[in-house]
């Protein structure tokens, strides 16, 4: 079946920097449009951002201009690279393709 895997959370300072990566297996990855979304503790689901099969990017309000998603498609990985990051942005971060996802990786923002 599809999988969708992320991996690169972790502990990290504010003001800090962070990359993650969502490597997707048994789908056809450049024919899919790829998000990155995040849940806090007690808060809904919500949209971090997008990449379309073309490279066009979508981003939420609260992280552009500090977060970076990209794709490689030769690889099958879709990638966010967090900067600046802030105590609100932690969270678990899910991957998403499609109505496929995967499990999440934790990112904590702590001093």
């Known amino acids: 079946q599809v999988q969708l895997v992320e991996s690169g959370g972790g502990l990290v300072q504010p003001g800090g920097s962070l990359g993650l990566s969502c490597t997707a297996s048994r789908i056809i990855f450049s024919q899919y449009i790829m998000g990155w979304y995040r849940q806090a503790p007690a808060k809904q689901l919500e949209l971090v951002a997008t990449?379309?099969?073309?490279?066009?990017?979508n981003y939420a309000l609260s992280v552009k201009g500090r977060f970076t998603i990209s794709r490689h498609n030769t690889n099958n990985t879709v990638y966010l690279h967090m900067n600046n990051l802030k105590p609100e942005d932690t969270a678990i971060y899910y991957c998403k393709a499609s109505n496929y996802w995967g499990k999440g990786t934790l990112v904590t923002v702590s001093s």
């Open positions: 990449i379309s099969t073309t490279g066009n990017t």
